[in-house]
């Protein structure tokens, strides 16, 4: 169904109108490639649609994130991590930075192991967006990683969490 997508005759009323199904399939399922469904909002101007509508894909987006980073392993539907999902969002908003905000003021273990899990996968060769590199570098990031593992030493991921924070040094 993506790759149809992608070739999609009509305009953007059309795409306006398989957006609902598609939006929801991405997070109930992980039959749609994100990028793919994603990638034909920035196609078809997504950002000149009316206000409401804006509003809704952003409200939209803001709900898996806020999701995704509230749970643990990281898969909400076609969303498998942190880094895939910051990188749809590089190309489709206009700034990663609203996202990086709301991951700093999630609390939880769930949130602090996918930063963990997101400094393992770039030093494995993972590409982010350099937005997002900028704010690994922060000393507030890493300190975050320092305090997460003081925090769950005990715990079987602890050293996960050392892990990326000697990265970060």
């Not at 306006?16 to 490639?33: F, I, Q, T």
Request: proline fraction near 5%; aromatic fraction near 10%.
């Amino acid at each position: 169904m993506t790759i149809s997508l992608g070739n999609t005759v009509g305009n953007s009323d059309d795409v306006k109108s398989l957006l609902p199904l598609l939006l929801e399939r991405l997070v109930r399922g992980s039959d749609l490639d994100e990028s793919i469904v994603l990638g034909k909002l920035v196609r078809e101007g997504w950002r000149s649609w009316p206000t409401v509508e804006q509003e809704a894909i952003s409200g939209y987006l803001t709900a898996v994130w806020r999701s995704l980073l509230t749970k643990y392993p990281p898969r909400i539907g076609s969303f498998r991590d942190a880094a895939d999902f910051l990188g749809v969002i590089d190309e489709l908003a206009e700034s990663v930075a609203p996202f990086l905000s709301l991951w700093e003021g999630t609390s939880g273990p769930e949130a602090d192991r996918h930063l963990a899990d997101l400094v393992v996968g770039w030093v494995s060769g993972s590409h982010l967006p350099d937005a997002v590199l900028t704010w690994l570098h922060c000393d507030s990031t890493r300190n975050r990683l320092y305090g997460a593992f003081e925090l769950h030493h005990d715990t079987p991921w602890a050293d996960d969490f050392a892990r990326a924070y000697d990265y970060l040094a």
